[in-house]
């Protein structure tokens, strides 16, 4: 199935689509949602070298995350800039899966395949071979084990942190827990509309692209987009905070940066959760201003509607907003700071 009649099958299932992403005019009466990933991408790297491979270019420790397992992760530049960021899926030692935003793949994989020459591991683009979907909400882990027959592999249950594939109609797919509300689960492109009719309707219920980054923003898990790439160090998207950076591994492609940002404490900016009011959703990137035509303090990770208001994630100067000041959009949309569900303040060296 191309990604055409995905989209005409999805639109036969009640969906509107707005820049490529299918939401659903639906409210969620139902505690789980089913959600179409389309906007989001993956690249494959296989073979023996895999896994050394990547160790010596992420930001995350591969070596020490056991199989199965996932772990948020990023590919920085000489400079310590990440191009890209994503959820590293750790098969076994020769397979591995990155999930990231589809318009970022095409970047990742050439800074990827430039360093990969020397190793034994193919890096593939896999995006419109696989679907990628999510279940989300209460329980969303507990309840896949059921709904995709999880009680059939050796651990029944997938927990947070943890991915296990299984079989639908012969075929292998994925499920990775990204935390205890957000399963997101890869399939053949060929099987994801019987998968889709599968887990729709009790007690999952569709719901849109919007819902899922909702989600994401609430948990403050971070994604990086095309235009964003490059922009960022991954402590000012508190990666180093959700597991994402090692400061023990050894070296890797900015590590120097990285490491001597945190053992310096030099890092001025870092990730806050906010909201504006609603209206047009800034794009990742949009910058970020002090009153009354100040300078620039920050930019837009991500945003998305939230009923009349929009939500965000924003790396913004620590000091403008230790000092309380009014922080707003280009447009004047003022930022109501959130609190993150994790200390954005605690120090992972200790």
């Known amino acids: ?16 689509w707005k820049n490529g992403a299918a939401e659903f005019d639906t409210s969620i009466d139902s505690e789980l949602a089913l959600v179409d990933l389309t906007p989001m991408g993956a690249i494959s790297v296989s073979g023996p070298d895999s896994q050394k491979f990547l160790q010596g270019q992420l930001t995350c420790d591969l070596v020490n995350l056991p199989d199965e397992h996932l772990t948020l992760g990023s590919h920085c530049n000489p400079k ?7 959820y590293a899926l750790k098969l076994d030692q020769s397979e591995f899966v990155l999930l990231l935003p589809r318009d970022l793949v095409t970047i ?7 360093y990969a020459v020397f190793f034994k591991a193919e890096l593939t683009d896999i995006s419109d071979d696989q679907h990628w979907l999510s279940l989300c909400g209460r329980d969303a882990a507990a309840v896949s084990s059921q709904l995709l027959n999880l009680s059939n592999t050796p651990a029944s249950s997938v927990v947070p942190g943890q991915l296990r594939s299984f079989d639908h109609n012969g075929h292998r797919a994925l499920a990775a827990c990204v935390n205890d509300r957000n399963l997101v689960i890869q399939v053949p492109a060929s099987q994801s509309a019987d998968l889709w009719q599968k887990l729709s309707g009790s007690p999952a219920a569709p719901a849109g692209y919007t819902h899922w980054l909702q989600q994401l923003i609430e948990a403050g898990l971070p994604l990086l987009h095309k235009a964003t790439s490059e922009s960022f160090i991954p402590q000012m998207l508190n990666l180093h905070l959700l597991g994402g950076v090692s400061f023990k591994k050894g070296c890797y492609t900015g590590q120097e940066v990285v490491a001597r940002m945190q053992y310096l404490g030099a890092a001025k900016r870092r990730m806050y959760r906010a909201r504006i009011d609603g209206g ?7 910058e970020v201003f002090t009153p009354a035509g100040g300078s620039s303090v920050g930019n837009v990770v991500m945003a998305c509607e939230s009923g009349n208001e929009v939500e965000l994630l924003a790396v913004l100067t620590k000091s403008k907003v230790a000092d309380g000041e009014s922080l707003q959009l280009d447009d004047g949309r003022v930022l109501e700071l959130q609190e993150l569900p994790y200390d954005a303040d605690a120090d992972p060296l200790v």
Do not use: C, H, Y
Request: charged share 20%; aromatic share 8%; proline share 5%.
């Open 280 to 286: 047009e959703v800034p794009e990742p990137g949009a």
């Open 108 to 114: 990742a994989l050439t800074a990827l395949k430039k």
């Open 1 to 16: 199935m191309d990604q055409q009649q995905w989209q005409e099958f999805l639109s036969n299932q009640g969906a509107r």
């Open 80 to 86: 310590g800039r990440m191009i890209s960021a994503f």
